[in-house]
């Protein structure tokens, strides 16, 4: 299974920041959305992402609020990315690696999506269930007449 797999299933919807915008207003739109990411955009180019993670390390950073801190000062700027022909198996070990809960999905310097560690659990857990549900239809599909070994006797 590939990246594009996983994000013809999902939908392209991205939530996008300006570096320059107000951590406040960043962290407002990731509450309203109900989403743990938002993309850093500047001018087209991806520039970085800003995720929950950033967010509370800056609050606890700065006492306890957000104040006057820009997305730009506590956003990765240099974040894990993939291609929509990246396996799946290949992106998990990345992620884990690097403990990336997001991964934008770049195809040349276009932004083609986001995944998220959750999308990657869900369709390997997909996946399996798929493959168990075809198992256990073959197995009850077994021609007549052939047995099963009967266990050596002890």
């Not at 990657?120 to 075809?134: G, L, S």
Request: charged letters at 25%; proline letters at 5%.
């Amino acid at each position: 299974m590939k990246v594009s797999d996983i994000l013809r299933v999902k939908g392209g919807t991205l939530f996008t920041v300006h570096a320059d915008q107000p951590l406040a207003d960043a962290a407002a739109t990731m509450a309203e959305r109900d989403i743990g990411s938002l993309l850093v955009m500047d001018h087209g180019d991806l520039v970085g992402v800003l995720t929950f993670r950033e967010v509370i390390v800056a609050i606890v950073r700065n006492g306890g609020t957000v104040g006057d801190l820009r997305v730009r000062s506590v956003m990765d700027d240099a974040p894990l990315t993939c291609t929509p022909e990246t396996e799946l198996d290949e992106l998990r070990r990345l992620m884990l690696g690097r403990h990336a809960r997001y991964t934008p999905v770049m195809s040349q310097r276009t932004l083609m999506g986001v995944i998220s560690f959750y999308d990657v659990a869900k369709a390997v857990v997909d996946a399996q269930d798929f493959e168990n549900r075809m198992l256990k239809a073959y197995i009850r599909d077994w021609p007549a007449g052939e047995e099963e070994a009967a266990p050596p006797a002890l």
